[in-house]
């Protein structure tokens, strides 16, 4: 009898439990509610970390930085860039502390150099991205602005149409050079700005084009029209030498990394496998491999580097 006297008050508890326990979660609920009417969400408190990024973008080296991340297509603040590479030292010093058995001091600086290499090797490699990118919105833009001329429009609103239809990031460029216009910017020096900031080949004869034919007063459709066609042909041309380098290309990745692993899986089952390197003539080998592991990787870059 007791044990099921006691089972039954135990369950009673539960239940009650249970009952205040939601009661406190509604309550809690509303009172979150009202606070939140009370009080501007928008002047929460941010994050010490957040606000102290925020500052650093606004600085003058982090702009400089921001800029050569748009031009590496990189869709990062300076404070996250940082951020990405802080973190990435850190990981490398601790592959190297734990893997290599170097010295924390010797693998902290190390994972500095590896990573300031990676940052300057990023802006150099993709440097021309953002061009790219563009580039390759080029047609796009030519049947925009040719049709909006075709349609009656000026090329003014043409350029206003493109602002509007066209994706990132020729969006941006156009929404900058139509608010330039409204402003009552000269043509002319619009698209020189627009070729200072976007010198490839493409845009000088596209941008060229514009001003010639907004001093002569032709058919634009029927050039913008011929341009857009041509512009495709090329792009068609130079995805296929893309597809049929891309094994090269990878090779050029894959071939260094290849007995990079290996050392380190060796030096994982034996202990010390890679100690030579650091003393006498495995410094001199392990040099030579690096030189000549770079050279292979740029040589192979540069035979399948073809421009259309």
């Known amino acids: 009898m007791t044990p099921a006297i006691l089972f039954s008050l135990a369950v009673l508890l539960v239940l009650l439990g249970l009952y205040s326990f939601l009661g406190y979660r509604a309550s809690k609920k509303e009172w979150k509610k009202k606070i939140g009417d009370w009080f501007d969400k928008d002047q929460e408190r941010e994050s010490f970390i957040v606000v102290?990024?925020?500052?650093f973008d606004r600085t003058v080296h982090a702009q400089k930085v921001k800029d050569q991340l748009i031009r590496a297509n990189v869709p990062l603040n300076a404070s996250e860039f940082y951020a990405f590479l802080l973190v990435g030292g850190l990981g490398f010093a601790f592959l190297a502390s734990?893997?290599?058995?170097?010295g924390l001091f010797i693998s902290v600086l190390?994972?500095?150099?590896?990573?300031?290499?990676?940052?300057?090797?990023?802006?150099?490699?993709?440097?021309?991205?953002?061009?790219?990118?563009?580039?390759?919105?080029l047609p796009d833009i030519c049947r925009i602005l040719a049709n909006g001329t075709r349609s009656g429009m000026t090329l003014n609103?043409?350029?206003?149409?493109?602002?509007?239809?066209?994706?990132?990031?020729?969006?941006?460029?156009?929404?900058?050079?139509?608010?330039?216009?409204?402003?009552?910017?000269d043509f002319n020096q619009v698209m020189e700005q627009l070729q200072a900031r976007v010198p490839s080949r493409d845009f000088q004869i596209f941008v060229a084009t514009l001003i010639i034919q907004k001093k002569a007063g032709s058919d634009l459709f029927a050039v913008l029209d011929e341009m857009a066609s041509t512009l495709d042909e090329r792009k068609m041309l130079a995805q296929e030498i893309k597809s049929m380098t891309a094994e090269q290309k990878y090779i050029a990745y894959i071939l260094p990394a290849m007995p990079i692993a290996l050392v380190l899986m060796m030096n994982i089952v034996m202990d010390g496998f890679i100690d030579p390197l650091f003393s006498g003539v495995g410094l001199i080998l392990l040099a030579l491999f690096v030189a000549g592991t770079v050279l292979t990787f740029f040589l192979v870059r540069k035979v399948t580097d073809i421009r259309v």
Do not use: C, D
């Not at 734990?98 to 170097?102: E, G, M, Q, S, V």
């Not at 500095?112 to 940052?119: F, G, L, P």
């Open 157 to 185: 609103q043409a350029i206003s149409l493109a602002a509007r239809e066209l994706p990132e990031p020729a969006k941006s460029e156009f929404r900058r050079m139509n608010n330039e216009l409204a402003l009552g910017v």
């Open 110 to 137: 190390l994972g500095a150099v590896v990573m300031e290499i990676s940052r300057r090797s990023l802006f150099y490699f993709r440097r021309h991205k953002y061009q790219e990118r563009l580039n390759a919105q």
């Open 52 to 55: 102290l990024g925020e500052k």
């Open 98 to 102: 734990n893997f290599l058995n170097i």
